[in-house]
């Protein structure tokens, strides 16, 4: 069972930027793929970015050229860089880690983000 504990959210300004870490643990981190989902009230949970344990990224529609996905595989660590945020980013946001074999979801308890003037 994969431990994932989340920091770096808070309140930001519009146009602003916020770097969220996931710390993981409990489990054996090059076997993880790791992402990055999102959910705003009333919303479903959405796709922010991933990262394959090959370091391939994929990234939401809503969220390219302003969030870049990175880990650190010495630190067991995936991270979040948040630029250029908008009122619309506003979200809980959770890690994921997915173990490749068997497809095995862990999550994060969530970490809030508020974009706002």
């Known amino acids: 069972q994969v431990q994932l504990v989340e920091s770096g959210g808070g309140l930001v300004q519009p146009g602003g930027s916020l770097r969220l870490s996931c710390v993981a643990s409990?489990?054996?981190?090059?076997?993880?793929?790791m992402g990055w989902y999102r959910q705003a009230p009333g919303k479903e949970r959405e796709l922010a970015a991933t990262i394959k344990r090959g370091g391939n990224t994929n990234y939401g529609d809503s969220v390219k050229g302003r969030f870049t996905i990175s880990k650190d595989n010495a630190k067991n660590t995936v991270y979040l860089q948040m630029n250029s945020l908008k009122p619309e980013d506003t979200a809980v946001y959770y890690c994921n880690a997915r173990n490749y074999r068997t497809d095995f979801d862990s999550w994060g308890q969530g970490t809030q983000v508020t974009v706002s003037s």
């Open positions: 409990g489990g054996i981190w090059s076997m993880l793929d």
